[in-house]
């Protein structure tokens, strides 16, 4: 058996950061003098992030397209990273566990690779992870089996040596076919996927204090610094 590797998703995993990202939409049009009303709310829960910008586009033409549209977002959101968001609690003691056990972290986020840096930076988490993936600069999304062997084959690793935590049932029912262990974070702003999370995941855990009790990584590759 090779070194284990845990490869972390971000937002809603590590991070609470779903309020931002939910708010993300309407912010940026109210900087543009644009209040949503009722329906545009609704809208922009029901289309999801990645088709907001284009109905924006149509709905506002003069704001320019959908793509001027995701750079004000990125652009509101790199600062919620760099300022607003918080890093879920006893996470940094999770990692600094992994640590000691000689555990490989890598993150592999949906978002923009910049807010991984923004966050882990301001937390000071960087020593605890070898390597950040972003599925925006793979040019691969994360419902793709493909991603798993970009991340596989960069962190030269087996499937079966490597542990996916993620708050998404469709993340991990990806991740589990490709071969790896499962863990479900049930995040607090997805109430309704936490049932998914069970049926699929190999574990599941509300909160990183459970990990720390009883740690998913039950024999230790080593003890370290």
Same mark, same amino acid.
């Given at each position: ?84 968001? %918080? ?10 566990? %992994? ?8 993150? %592999? ?10 966050m882990l930076r301001r ?18 999304k994360k419902s793709d ?81």
């Amino acid at each position: 058996m090779g070194t284990p590797v845990a490869i972390f998703d971000m937002d809603g995993t590590l991070v609470d950061s779903m309020y931002y990202w939910d708010r993300a939409p309407a912010c940026v049009l109210a900087a543009r003098g644009i209040i949503p009303d009722d329906e545009m709310e609704e809208a922009f829960h029901q289309l999801g992030y990645e088709h907001i910008p284009a109905y924006v586009a149509e709905r506002f033409p003069a704001l320019g397209p959908p793509e001027d549209f995701i750079a004000r977002m990125d652009r509101w959101m790199l600062r919620r990273y760099q300022r607003d968001v %918080l890093v879920k609690p006893n996470v940094p003691e999770y990692l600094s566990l %992994l640590r000691k056990k000689r555990v490989r972290c890598a993150i %592999l986020t949906a978002s923009d690779i910049r807010f991984a840096e923004a966050m882990l930076r301001r937390f000071q988490l960087e020593p605890y992870f070898e390597a950040v993936f972003s599925g925006r600069q793979l040019g691969v999304k994360k419902s793709d089996p493909a991603v798993y062997d970009l991340v596989l084959a960069s962190l030269a690793c087996a499937a079966e040596n490597c542990t996916l935590f993620d708050d998404s049932p469709y993340a991990v029912q990806v991740a589990a076919e490709a071969g790896l262990r499962t863990v479900g974070i049930l995040d607090r702003w997805f109430p309704h996927k936490h049932e998914a999370l069970r049926q699929v995941c190999d574990r599941t855990a509300s909160r990183y204090s459970e990990l720390l009790a009883n740690d998913v990584f039950s024999v230790c590759a080593g003890t370290g610094p």
